[in-house]
């Protein structure tokens, strides 16, 4: 049974800073992409950042050179530093991991940012 456990939401002044993080539990769970999505309340979830085993990232645009995503493999915790934050970062985030041909995806931390 795998499980997402997030911690690291709250709520910060509007160029404030948050660390999120995200550790995936189960003995043989190893991931391949992990990341962060976030659903401000009347959208749609969004990919907010992903990063694979190897490494490689990709950002939304609209968090390039704020946001900062990371991963330790060998605890299998992804990580958000977020930075310069915006009200407009106003979510709940959520994390997932992916396994193919599974997705599993954590319960969501709330992040609000005050102007």
């Known amino acids: 049974q795998v499980q997402l456990v997030e911690s690291g939401g709250g709520l910060v002044q509007a160029g404030g800073s948050l660390r999120l993080s995200c550790a995936a539990s189960?003995?043989?769970?190893?991931?391949?992409?992990m990341g962060w999505y976030r659903q401000a309340p009347g959208t749609k979830r969004e990919l907010v950042a992903a990063?694979?085993?190897?490494?490689?990232?990709n950002y939304a645009d609209s968090v390039k050179g704020r946001f900062t995503i990371s991963r330790d493999n060998d605890k299998n915790t992804v990580y958000l530093q977020m930075n310069s934050l915006k009200s407009e970062d106003t979510a709940v985030y959520y994390c997932?991991?992916?396994?193919?041909?599974?997705?599993?995806w954590g319960q969501g931390t709330q992040v609000t940012v005050s102007s």
């Open positions: 189960g003995s043989t769970f190893s991931p391949n992409r």
């Open positions: 990063i694979n085993s190897g490494g490689n990232t």
């Open positions: 997932y991991a992916e396994a193919v041909p599974f997705v599993y």
